[in-house]
């Protein structure tokens, strides 16, 4: 019979733990499982990796297995005598059955194998989803549903995929980048195993006004030359409604007006705060009468916003 390493096929060190083993053997399935993997060559290494299992997770299998030493992966080999007394329990041929067969009909392996599929028990898996909600709704909070279509295990312990749908209630005050929670709601336990949870990662949809950092919110306010100079008042936007707010005279590009508590909510209570950055806008086009009053003020002004300039001498371009 040609041998396989089983440990080779999981990916473990010979001195692997029985959680290890387990461990590799469930990440392995998930990936190669003929329902979910694309692999194209998933039903072979799903048969493997499976064989593997049901050798090492059994520790007179494992025993057994590692009696046999270490020929190389597809080499003819056949069990020593005294590994024939030790553990088989009647006279074989190696040139009719195959390794997994050899290791199946072991005399207490598959007794002990039967009980330990009874009585193991693995948690679900966990679960991560992208779920995408407009500011509107972080600031209110909102219901989603869900439909995924989640690996579990079934009674056999056979990876299946199975449609799932959820109804999902995003708290106020959800921010960009944040990652809900929800216990339970992830893949089934197997033999009584908890379930796994889901995580949910929150991304907000661009908004025409707003900005999203964390709680706080940034928006641009558009002021006239003359409303920066002379000082006004301005309705500014917020979730909850338009504030009226003051602008003093003078009033430079850049400048951010904050608006406390106008943000988002915090989860705990309290609220984040809102900036209005002040950008300068200048019209499209201008009548002769403004630029007229234009040409007065650049008459009668001053003003030089270049003064920091060091320049000796000029060349017009």
């Known amino acids: 019979m040609k041998f396989t390493d089983y440990y080779q096929s999981l990916g473990i060190a010979r001195d692997a733990s029985t959680d290890d083993i387990t461990k590799a053997y469930r990440r392995l399935a998930h990936k190669y499982h003929p329902d979910v993997s694309k692999e194209p060559d998933a039903e072979e290494k799903f048969k493997e990796i499976s064989e593997a299992y049901k050798t090492l997770k059994d520790p007179e299998k494992r025993a057994a297995y590692d009696q046999l030493g270490q020929p190389k992966p597809g080499e003819e080999f056949q069990p020593p005598p005294e590994w024939q007394q030790r553990y088989g329990q009647a006279p074989f041929s190696s040139d009719d059955i195959d390794l997994s067969e050899l290791f199946a009909g072991l005399r207490a392996g598959g007794r002990r194998a039967e009980g330990a599929e009874r009585t193991m028990q693995w948690p679900g898996q966990d679960f991560e989803v992208p779920v995408q909600i407009s ?8 219901e989603v549903e869900l439909s995924l279509r989640m690996p579990e295990h ?19 005050g959800a921010t960009d980048g944040q990652r809900l929670r929800l216990p339970g709601k992830g893949g089934k336990g197997f033999g009584g195993g908890r379930a796994g949870d889901l995580y949910l990662n929150i991304s907000l949809r661009p908004h025409a006004l707003f900005r999203a950092s964390g709680h706080d919110l940034y928006v641009d306010l558009p002021l006239a030359p003359w409303e920066a100079v002379l000082g006004t008042a301005v309705d500014v936007p917020t979730p909850g409604g338009a504030v009226r707010l003051k602008i003093a005279p003078g009033t430079v590009a850049g400048r ?3 608006l406390a508590k106008r943000g988002l909510p915090k989860p705990h209570g309290g609220e984040g705060d809102l900036y209005a950055i002040v950008q300068i806008v200048i019209p ?13 003020l650049a008459a009668v002004s001053p003003f030089n916003p270049r003064t920091h300039f060091a320049v000796e001498s000029s060349h017009e371009v």
Not at 135 to 141: K, M, Q, T, V
Not at 284 to 296: C, V
């Open 284 to 296: 499209d086009s201008s009548s002769d009468a403004e630029r007229a009053l234009y040409q007065q």
């Open 256 to 258: 951010q007006l904050r």
């Open 135 to 142: 500011l509107e709704d972080a600031y209110r909070g909102t």
């Open 154 to 172: 079934d009674a056999q312990g056979v990876v299946r995929v199975v449609p799932r749908t959820f109804k999902v209630r995003i708290p106020r």
